[in-house]
C-alpha cells in the first residue's frame, strides 16, 4: 500500500539556500545529520528568490527554506532543530527537555533575531532605514558599534567551551559558523574585537568534512569570499 506523502519518515527534504547566505547553517546541518536531501540554489544576489517559482514555495521571498514532504518549513531555527530531530542519533541537537537543549534554543534565538539583525543593519540598513541617506548612515553606524559589542559578547558566552553548547559539535555552531564567515565581509569598516575563543570554534567546524563538503557545492555556484586563513588552507590542499 501506498503511503501518504505526509506520513513519511523521514519525508523528502529540498534546502532551498543562497550562497554564504544565512542558509549555509541549514546546509551545514543537513550534510552533518547524513539524511537524503537535495540542495536547491535561490541565489538571493540574482534575485532568483523574488522570481514566480521561489514565491510559491516561500512567499516571504527568503532562504533558507525546507521542504518536507508536502510541506514546507522556514526560519533556520525551525529549520536546523527540525533536522537535528529526524535524525537525533545523530546528536544535533540536545534531547528535548533538557536544560541543554533551552540553551541551543536560546543561542539560535539570540543570533536570529539580533547577530543577524545586527548584519542585516550594515549590509542592507534600507531595510530599517528607508532610502533617506541620513537614516541609511545612521543606521548602518549604530549596527557597527553593536556588532563589536556583539563579538565581544560572543567570547563571554563560548567561555573555555570547545563548542557552544559545551565540548560536542552541535546545530549551533553551523549557525555560529555562518557569522563568523560574514565578520570578515568588506562591508564593516570597524575595528572588530579579535573573537580568538569564536575563531577557534569557526576553525573545528572549518576541519569537518560535512562543512568542507557544503562550502564546496555552494562555491562552485558562486566562489564566496573565505576569511584569509581558511581561503590559504584550500589553495595549499591543491
Ligand atoms: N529569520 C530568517 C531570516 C532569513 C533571511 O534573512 N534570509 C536572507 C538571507 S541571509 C534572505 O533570504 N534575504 C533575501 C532578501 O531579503 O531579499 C531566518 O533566520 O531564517
Redesign the pocket.
Known amino acids: 500500500m501506498q503511503q501518504a506523502a505526509s506520513t513519511v519518515f523521514p519525508p523528502k527534504l529540498t534546502l532551498y539556500y ?1 550562497p554564504k ?3 549555509l547553517a541549514s546546509h551545514i546541518v543537513l550534510e552533518e545529520s547524513r539524511l537524503s536531501y537535495e540542495a536547491i540554489c535561490v541565489d ?1 544576489r540574482s534575485g532568483a ?2 522570481g514566480p517559482d521561489y514565491l510559491k514555495i516561500n512567499p516571504s ?4 527554506a525546507l521542504g518536507a514532504g508536502d510541506a514546507v518549513i ?4 525551525a ?1 536546523l532543530s527540525y533536522i537535528a530531530d529526524l535524525a537525533l542519533e545523530s546528536g544535533l541537537m540536545p534531547r528535548p527537555g533538557t536544560r541543554e537543549r533551552a540553551r541551543a534554543h536560546e543561542w539560535m534565538n539570540w543570533i ?1 533575531s539580533s547577530l ?1 539583525v545586527t548584519y ?1 543593519s550594515i549590509f ?1 540598513p534600507q ?1 530599517y532605514a528607508g532610502d533617506h541617506p541620513d537614516a541609511i548612515s545612521a543606521v548602518r553606524a549604530h549596527a557597527e558599534k553593536k556588532l563589536v559589542k556583539m563579538l565581544a559578547e560572543i567570547e563571554t558566552r563560548l567561555g573555555d567551551s570547545s563548542y557552544a553548547l559545551g565540548e560536542e559539535f552541535s546545530a549551533v555552531d553551523a549557525y555560529l559558523f555562518v557569522f563568523y564567515l560574514w565578520s570578515f565581509d568588506e562591508r564593516i569598516h570597524a575595528e572588530l574585537p579579535a573573537r580568538s575563543r569564536y575563531g577557534a570554534l569557526a576553525a573545528r567546524v572549518w576541519a569537518r568534512d560535512a562543512v568542507r563538503v557544503v562550502v564546496a557545492r555552494e562555491r562552485a555556484v558562486r566562489a564566496y569570499e573565505l576569511p584569509p586563513h581558511f581561503a590559504s588552507e584550500l589553495t595549499t590542499e591543491k
Open positions: 543562497s547566505a544565512c542558509s538571493i528568490n523574488v521571498a527568503i532562504v533558507p522556514t526560519e533556520s531555527q529549520i536570529s543577524h542585516r542592507r531595510t
